[in-house]
């Protein structure tokens, strides 16, 4: 990831608090954040248990997610990840592994931006 990507665009977040209010906005990143956490857990045990068919479900159900919240560099490896995992390849335990921190960073990073500006 190179220093001027954003794990997280703003404008996309700052768009929905426009078009479903700020408060409704707050609790979808919230609820987000939450998701986030329960996925990261599901992911590291899938790495755990070396399950290929784990790891395709958990980036599946995530990426559509980061998809529509504006965290596109994670969108972009949950796809990259589910396809190898499709493929069992075990490229796909390494990119797993970056996964999960992207993910984490990207969790911390929801919590940082500010939706009143």
Do not use: C, P, W
């Not at 996309?12 to 979808?28: C, P, S, T, Y």
């Not at 857990?41 to 958990?58: M, V």
């Not at 998809?67 to 560099?73: D, H, K, R, V």
């Amino acid at each position: 990831m190179g220093s001027q990507e954003k794990l997280v665009e703003e404008e996309v977040l700052k768009q929905m608090a426009q078009d479903i209010g700020i408060d409704n906005a707050r609790r979808f990143i919230e609820t987000l954040g939450n998701e986030f956490q329960k996925r990261i857990e599901n992911i590291r045990q899938a790495i755990e248990d070396n399950s290929f068919d784990g790891l395709a479900i958990e980036a599946h159900a995530l990426k559509s997610k980061a998809q529509i919240s504006g965290a596109f560099i994670l969108a972009d490896a949950l796809i990259k990840l589910e396809v190898e995992s499709n493929k069992k390849n075990k490229e796909a335990i390494k990119l797993a592994q970056d996964v999960l921190t992207l993910a984490d960073l990207t969790r911390i990073t929801y919590l940082d931006i500010s939706l009143s500006d």
